[in-house]
């Protein structure tokens, strides 16, 4: 079973507009949660990090998180046609392996 | 200059084949990463380091091999190559705690005919 889902799949909004990406986790043992960002041709790269409850805010980007409920998500206000990428939705577990669990990702258009 | 170095950038192999993707680091992270992306798995992990010894793995098949001859290096050996190997192969780093993010090399995009 995947640990990490995401909905939507694909998600496509107007320049300027807000987008919202969800993700859920299966595992109450998660503690650290990030947002990952890929560009086509590129490998991902962390977008944010949110560790505790509550809201995370850089420049155009929130993330909210959600443990009781294991839900996190992440908000894009202004949208640009530069945002247009796959987000990952990860987390991983305190102890362990270093292992970070991906979600299947969304696809975001963001159109001009 | 690049953090993660991964070569080759493309690969062309042939069914039945054995390649070796390369993957350097220069972050000074110990523990090291592969995953796979394809049409089917948008980002599958595969294997984990950390100070060169095998942490995770969670590939199946042992036609896939990671090597570690330096700290600073995770190599993958692919042996009897298929066509279903198909996808782009990248390289992560990290340091060795949980809350540290993972950072990715650009990938090889490997395509076996």
């Known amino acids: 079973q995947q640990k990490v889902q995401q909905s939507p799949e694909s998600l496509s909004v107007p320049e300027g507009g807000m987008a919202s990406l969800n993700c859920t986790s299966s595992d109450r043992n998660f503690q650290y949660f990030w947002w990952y960002r890929q560009h086509s041709g590129e490998g991902p790269k962390a977008l944010m990090?949110?560790?505790?409850?509550g809201d995370k805010k850089e420049g155009r980007f929130t993330a909210h998180l959600n443990k009781a409920s294991l839900h996190v998500s992440l908000h894009i206000r202004d949208s640009q046609p530069s945002d247009s990428a796959l987000y990952f939705c990860a987390a991983s577990e305190q102890g362990g392996n270093n292992r970070i669990f991906f979600g299947d990702g969304t696809q975001l258009v963001v159109k001009p | 200059d690049p953090k993660i170095i991964q070569k080759p950038k493309y690969l062309v192999a042939v069914t039945g084949s054995e390649k070796i993707l390369i993957c350097e680091q220069y972050l000074g992270h110990n523990a090291m990463y592969w995953y796979r992306q394809s049409a089917k798995k948008p980002l599958e992990f595969m294997f984990s380091?950390?100070?060169?010894?095998?942490?995770d793995n969670q590939t199946a098949s042992s036609r896939f091999q990671p090597q570690s001859s330096k700290k600073n290096h995770l190599d993958l050996q692919i042996t009897a190559l298929k066509p279903d190997d198909s996808a782009t192969y990248f390289c992560a780093s990290s340091q060795e705690r949980q809350s540290y993010e993972q950072y990715f090399g650009p990938g090889t995009r490997l395509t076996v005919l």
């Open positions: 990090s949110i560790f505790s409850d």
């Open positions: 380091y950390s100070y060169q010894k095998l942490m």
